[in-house]
């Protein structure tokens, strides 16, 4: 009896969410849905986020100097990226060795139409790094895919099937 009172109450917890993101989200402007999405999910569900992820994406953290070979399959991406990618190994040096940088499938991924599931992200990085690090890694990356990305990682992680 105690495990269906218990998973009922997280039943209860995950509408409460859904019901006070759809009640905020009808007095905002739409282009304000995504931001509020984003600070829900990092308020309701700190475990998602590593520590100075949370710093690093709203530009609050300062990496230190970045002192980080890149692999061969990186040297023809614009400097903006590179930069940016440093800036996030830099920071996060645990995040090279799960990424498996190195590894020639990440070609592939720069040339994807979407990047932004965890289906789409190299085999060799899949189980090794959280959805938030996986959105670093694509504004990084792939600045072009960010605003999906940033839109499933809400759409998922308060359980909604769009910000609408």
């Known amino acids: 009896e105690q495990k269906g009172i218990s998973h ?3 039943l209860l917890c995950k509408q ?3 019901r006070v993101f759809e009640y905020v989200v009808f007095s905002l402007f739409k282009d304000d849905r995504l931001m509020f999405g984003l600070h829900l999910v990092h308020c309701m569900f700190p475990k998602k986020f590593g520590l100075e992820e949370w ?3 709203c530009g609050e953290a300062v990496p230190l100097e970045a002192n980080v070979s890149l692999p061969k399959w990186m040297q023809d ?3 903006s990226k590179k930069t940016r990618f440093k800036n996030l190994l ?7 060795k799960d990424l498996n940088i190195e590894n020639s499938e990440w070609l592939s991924f720069m040339k994807l139409p979407r990047c932004e599931t ?3 992200f190299p085999k060799s990085a899949k189980g090794s790094i959280s959805a938030f690090q996986r ?3 694509i504004r990084c990356l792939r600045p072009d895919r960010y605003v999906e990305a940033m839109n499933s990682f809400v759409c998922i992680s308060i359980g ?5």
């Open 135 to 137: 959105l670093l890694v």
């Open 77 to 79: 991406l614009p400097v």
């Open 118 to 120: 965890a289906e789409d």
């Open 90 to 96: 830099s920071m996060f040096p645990k995040l090279v």
């Open 160 to 164: 909604r099937n769009s910000l609408a």
């Open 55 to 57: 710093e690093l994406f």
């Open 16 to 18: 409460l969410i859904i």
């Open 8 to 10: 009922k109450i997280r």
